[in-house]
């Protein structure tokens, strides 16, 4: 596996989330992602409606994940009821490429962090990790076990 280090500009996002536990997360993250599916068009000045994004915010001292499904947008006028609009800071990222079924996910993460070490680069715990799905990637609201997903993951770095 190889990443790549990027700096990706400031960017404005809404869309749902959900919180809760790593086990909880394997249960509620396809419901997630077909409510938004089916929710998305109520989302206004949105950038590329076929490129979105889940950011993860991991609280490691008590174990809970906060996951958000989001889409790009140029402001916020109006944020539709029930959903979340915030704001990701000018950041410097180390980029990887997920290609697979979703199943291998957990061995693609765990490659990253290896290249992450052996390269010399620290994740930044405090601040959220982000993946980017653009039209190579089908939801697993659809078919979790499709061979050729493809999507980018984004480890925020110190």
């Given at each position: 596996?190889?990443?790549t280090i990027v700096t990706v500009p400031q960017k404005h996002f809404i869309g749902l989330s959900f919180s809760g536990t790593f086990p909880m997360l394997v249960e509620f993250m396809p419901?997630?992602?077909a409510t938004?599916?089916?929710r998305q068009q109520e989302i206004?000045?949105?950038i590329h409606p076929e490129i979105r994004y889940d950011f993860s915010d991991e609280n490691f001292e008590h174990r809970m994940y906060t996951e958000y499904i989001v889409v790009e947008v140029?402001?916020?006028e109006q944020i539709p009821p029930g959903m979340v609009?915030?704001?990701v800071p000018e950041r410097t990222y180390a980029r990887f490429t997920h290609k697979g079924p979703m199943e291998q996910v957990q061995d693609t993460y765990q490659q990253l962090f290896a290249w992450l070490h052996e390269n010399g680069h620290q994740q930044n715990e405090q601040v959220v990790r982000m993946e980017r799905y653009?039209?190579?990637y089908i939801p697993t609201v659809h078919e979790a076990t499709h061979m050729e997903n493809t999507y980018e993951i984004?480890?925020?770095l110190r």
């Open positions: 596996m190889e990443g419901k997630l992602w938004f599916l089916q206004p000045h949105v140029e402001r916020f609009g915030f704001t653009d039209e190579r984004f480890i925020p």
